[in-house]
T-cell receptor
């Protein structure tokens, strides 16, 4: 079965540094998402992306965050200047989008970001 | 806005025993409901979903859930669990007429003991 992949599985960075989290969605999918889960808390929506632009974003997704689909296969989340509170598990997801309201979201295994 | 409450953060159970993981939601509009499972070091996998129709929904791995509109609940059940069911389980809700952005609960850790 096709799957969403994410790299790296674990990223450790110093506060203030830039990080890029990478995702490869399922190849024929059209909608892409980033979520995060701070340890012990809920999975929270960050941003959705369709047709090379952001379609929705949450309050969490402020100016320090950006997303990009640079080459038609990768989908990246960049955090420009990491803060301690950015430490979390970041999940990428994708859906095909043909029956958007009822499509199943496929999630990647996550990247654990630790900001020191 | 929607919200989801998973009442139990952890549910320990013995192998072959039945289990129920509780989920309550609140929403002012019609919703779709989902249960996801996360095995260690893996992503979230859809177990089952309720969109409309029969309130009893059957999913993968022998799980089922029942949508109860009057009690705003969507509890997940399995009649006999296996060690391999040990995982984190997340309940989620989306607006039925809106975009596909789920609101998740905090998760319930199911721990199956031999």
């Amino acid at each position: 079965e096709p799957e969403v992949t994410q790299t790296p599985s674990h990223q450790v960075t110093q506060m203030g540094q830039e990080v890029i989290l990478r995702c490869v969605p399922i190849s024929n999918h059209l909608y892409f998402y980033w979520y995060r889960q701070i340890l012990g808390q809920k999975v929270e929506f960050l941003v959705s992306f369709y047709n090379n632009e952001i379609s929705e974003k949450s309050e969490i997704f402020d100016d320090q965050f950006s997303v990009e689909r640079p080459d038609g296969s990768n989908f990246t989340l960049k955090i420009r200047s990491t803060k301690l509170e950015d430490s979390a598990m970041y999940f990428c997801a994708s859906i095909w989008g043909g029956a958007r309201k009822t499509d199943t979201q496929y999630f990647g295994p996550g990247t654990r970001l630790t900001v020191l | 806005a929607q919200s989801v409450t998973q009442l139990d953060s952890q549910v320990p159970v013995f192998e072959e025993a039945p289990v129920e993981l509780r989920c309550n939601y609140s929403s002012s509009v019609s919703v779709y409901l989902f249960w996801y499972v996360q095995y260690p070091n893996q992503g979230l996998q859809l177990l089952l979903k309720y969109l409309s129709g029969s309130t009893l929904v059957k999913g993968i791995n022998g799980f089922e859930a029942e949508f109860n509109k009057s009690q705003t609940s969507f509890h997940l059940r399995k009649p006999s669990v296996h060690i391999s069911d040990t995982a984190e389980y997340f309940c989620a809700v989306t607006k039925s007429g809106g975009s596909y952005i789920p609101t998740f609960g905090r998760g319930t850790s199911l721990i199956v003991h031999p």
